[in-house]
């Protein structure tokens, strides 16, 4: 039976269409993915994101073992509450999960990682704290909140304490900050300004009904998944999965290689792929021809099957259809997409395609 979040009474009550997530219950939409979408764009939005796991991570060795553990650096974040962006790597270099991690203190790392990876994640990070004695702790008791969208921030602080509010507003974007119970981050998977909130699970009703009222739209996995797409951000077991490293999956920004001394898991892996010629990267397509990318089409260069789409949809704020491929190094330009056996024109571009409400790339 799939579980349900603190959160499960509020999408009835707002007419949810539930669905079967990575063993959740969770909403699909409230009635328009494509209403939805625009109001993350045009205002504000918000998403019931507590099937995600919080961990935290202590102990006097917790920095090296994240240095360990993690192809970023942690050892980037000076600043309290301060967010990294992270693959966690098999020692082949295979994508276990990507994730963030956020410095607390010294002592004291929070990490969120994602709900259909959770049991191999949890099992991986408990194998590998064992060797540094880092205590590894999942956060049953919080669940989480994402505000999204250009009025995101003004309309959270409105249902916020004083000092809550205060302190959010003081917040630079990837950072994040305790205040009165809630862990409250600038952080999001929208390309949208906005909050990620953690907060008590027995507050989450509350938190939640009170956005509703301010006049924040609830709004489901479609939506979520529409401007995921559009911001050029990755679907773990989409975009990449155990099989593929971050040098093929659009995440080579977080790898960090210097300083060269530092061994982390995958390293060796990473460097012969990269010592390597040919090889495989991530681009961005835009459907210049009439129809709909989806997954798993074939890409064709030059006459050539040279990879195939991993996300594919409809982008509402582009008003056509986009996709992230794996493809061929040498792709560029222009390449056909294999739709439903019709050969349909698509121009390369490098991700995101939409960031703040605007359109990033330029479309012949």
Known sequence: MAKKT??????????????????????????????????????????????????????????????????????????SGK????????????????????????????????????????????????????????????????????????????????AQADAASQLQPFFG??????FIARTGYTGEDGYEMMVPADQAAQLWGALVQQGVRPCGLGARDSLRLEA????????????????????????AWEPSTRHFIGRKALEAQRRQSGGSKLVGLVLLDKGVLRAHQTVVWNGDPMGETTSGGFSPTLGRSIALARVATEVSDECQVDVRGKMLLCQVVKPPFVRNGKACIKID
């Open 6 to 79: 603190p959160l499960y009474d509020q999408h009835i009550a707002c007419g949810g269409k539930l669905v079967d997530f990575a063993g959740w219950n969770m909403p699909l939409n409230y009635g328009s993915q494509l209403d939805e979408h625009h109001a993350v764009r045009s205002a504000a939005g918000m998403f019931d994101v507590s099937h995600m796991t919080v961990v935290d991570l202590t102990g006097d060795k917790v920095k090296p073992f994240l240095q360990y553990l993690l192809a970023n650096d942690v050892d980037k974040l000076k600043l």
């Open 83 to 162: 967010a990294l962006y992270s693959g966690m790597l098999r020692e082949d270099g295979g994508v276990i999960d990507d994730l963030i991690v956020y410095y607390i203190h010294d002592t004291f790392y929070r990490m969120v990682v994602n709900a259909g990876t959770r049991d191999k994640d949890m099992a991986w990070l408990e194998k590998q704290a064992a060797a540094f004695a880092v205590d590894v702790n999942e956060r049953h008791d919080l669940a989480m909140v994402a505000v999204q969208g250009p009025s995101a921030r003004e309309m959270a602080h409105a249902v916020l304490s004083a």
């Open 177 to 182: 900050v305790e205040s009165e119970g809630l």
């Open 232 to 255: 050029g951000m990755n679907l773990y077991g989409s975009d990449m999965d155990e099989t593929t490293s971050p040098l093929e999956s659009g995440m080579g920004w977080t790898i």
